[in-house]
Structures are given as C-alpha cells and as structure tokens.
C-alpha cells in the first residue's frame, strides 16, 4: 500500500485509520499533526501553557505528535506518557479511544486521558496527576523465565 490519499482540505480525522478501523501507514501523518498543532481545540491550548517549556519537573512535553498511525494530543518521550484531552465526541468513540490506547501501551506508552471540562475546571488537579505519574519511575516488566 502506498498510503492514503487526502480528498479534503483537512486532514483525515484520524491519521492511519483507513475508514473500517483498519490501521495503515499513512504518509500524510505529519502533515496532519502539523495541521493539529495550528487547529487546537482551545482547551488543549489552555493546557499547552501548563506543559510547554518543561513546566513540570523540566520535563519536555511536545504536542499533536506522530506515534504509529496515531497524532497524540501531547507526548513525554523521556518517561513515555502521553496525555490526551478529550471531548464530548469520545464518549461515543470508546472501542476507537480504547484500540488506540492498548496499542499506545503495547508501545510501552503510558495514556493518560482527562476530560476537556475537567482540564478547563482543575487544571491543578489535572497537573498533579500528570506530576505524580512524571515523579515515579515507570514500572518495569517482569523478568523471563521468573525471578531469580
């Protein structure tokens, strides 16, 4: 396959999903989390202040990042968290939202996923779970063959 083809001035609405949920590699993803980046949903650009220039803890946060098939709305790569802010359209696209996060976790991604409301009403309650989650070392897989 040599990729999707744009038909509209917008990017598709999720970059690598071929329309049947199919995952494909689609070679306009940058282009689309370029797009993202300067279209934000002004509650990811509320947060977006809280985040940039390694706000917390001097951890590097980028926004609208490619990742597979997928745009995440922001992205820790140093501790592997991707945080997402949702609106109310995701309260019907769960089976999508949660397929996207256990291939995220398989990825070795920590998704965490908060509620557009709740980052415009606490943010700070928002930004100590993100600083909570930032603070603790990611949990490390169990040994093969058992513990020795």
């Known amino acids: ?8 001035n917008s990017p598709p609405l999720r970059g690598g ?21 300067k279209n934000c949903t002004d509650t990811e650009r509320f947060l977006w202040k809280y985040l940039r220039g390694k706000q917390l803890s001097g951890y590097k946060f980028r926004r609208q990042e490619p990742i597979g098939s ?8 140093e501790k592997r968290i991707i945080i997402e802010v949702d609106g109310g359209q995701h309260s019907i696209e769960q089976e999508r939202d949660n397929e996207r996060d256990n291939w995220l976790e398989g ?42």
């Not at 396959?1 to 509209?8: C, K, L, Q, V, W």
């Not at 999903?17 to 980046?37: I, M, Y």
Request: one cysteine or more; glycine letters at 8%; a positive charge.
């Open 17 to 37: 999903d071929n329309g049947e949920g199919v995952l494909v590699h689609s070679p306009h993803k940058h282009f689309r989390a370029k797009w993202l980046r």
């Open 107 to 148: 990825q070795g991604y920590k998704v965490l996923r908060f509620w557009n409301n709740e980052v415009l009403i606490n943010v700070e309650g928002v930004l100590e779970v993100i600083q909570d989650i930032l603070n603790h070392p990611p949990l490390t897989p169990p040994l093969k063959g058992g513990v020795k």
């Open 70 to 77: 997928y745009v995440v709305d922001f992205i820790c790569q």
């Open 1 to 8: 396959m040599t990729g999707e083809r744009i038909i509209s």
